[in-house]
């Protein structure tokens, strides 16, 4: 257990010494799930210029609430941290989280302001968590039977006022985000969506508004993104 969280992994460029600093995302899993099923993200993210910290929970039975403040203490850990904390812009964070942990992002989001964009993954949230503008990407799954597109996530989108953007797994489960199979899939528009709205880059603003490479992907059945130009 660390600082507020039940410990985790931080993974960072290590040749980024002339690209300033760097934004900062943390990573959170699912009720009842462990840091192995969202730590793929973490280098993924890190190869793109971005310091990440993939953790576990206090306790995998962990609430909304927990997950929230988890996630948060995430953030400040590697704000604080000796060998990164210099190299991340306080003013310049993330949060990813999938299922549970998806709508402890939402939750953040909310509270601190300085998180400019969330990667929630097949949301689940049973409470009021009030307006969210920041940017979100969500990613969903077309069979989720856990926390099922029409009651979670569908009204979750729909109520983003910020920038927001959806890709639905075709044939997915709950847990397709967690598989390894969808990791370049979704790897993708997470790297550009967080380097669109932590870093300010609109060059990355291509690999997010191609229908080419979402709408007509035949491994995405729904895709949908209000910003393109």
Not at 77 to 89: E, F, P, R, S
Not at 108 to 135: N, W
């Amino acid at each position: 257990m660390a600082n507020g969280f039940g410990g985790g992994t931080i993974h960072y460029p290590t040749n980024a010494g002339g690209c300033g600093l760097l934004g900062g995302i943390a990573v959170i899993p699912g009720y009842v799930s462990h840091e192995s099923s969202i730590k793929w993200w973490g280098p993924r993210l890190a190869s793109w210029g971005f310091v990440v910290i993939t953790i576990d929970t206090n306790s995998i039975y962990d609430d909304l609430d927990s997950r929230t403040t988890q996630l948060s203490a995430a953030l400040d850990y590697i704000l604080n941290d000796n060998t990164v904390g210099a190299q991340i812009d306080s003013t310049r964070l993330g949060a990813i989280g999938w299922s549970m942990g998806g709508g402890g992002a939402l939750q953040l989001a909310t509270k601190r302001k300085t998180v400019r964009a969330i990667i929630p993954q097949t949301p689940y949230h049973d409470k009021d968590y009030g307006e969210m503008d920041t940017p979100a990407l969500f990613i969903t799954c077309q069979n989720d039977r856990i926390a099922s597109n029409k009651k979670y996530s569908s009204p979750f989108y729909d109520k983003a006022t910020g920038a927001k953007m959806k890709i639905e797994i075709k044939n997915g489960s709950h847990f397709c985000p967690s598989y390894r199979f969808n990791e370049i899939l979704l790897s993708k528009p997470g790297i550009a969506w967080m380097h669109r709205y932590i870093n300010g880059d609109t060059r990355f603003d291509q690999f997010l508004c191609s229908n080419d490479n979402y709408g007509n992907n035949p491994r995405i059945s729904a895709y949908d993104y209000k910003n393109c130009s």
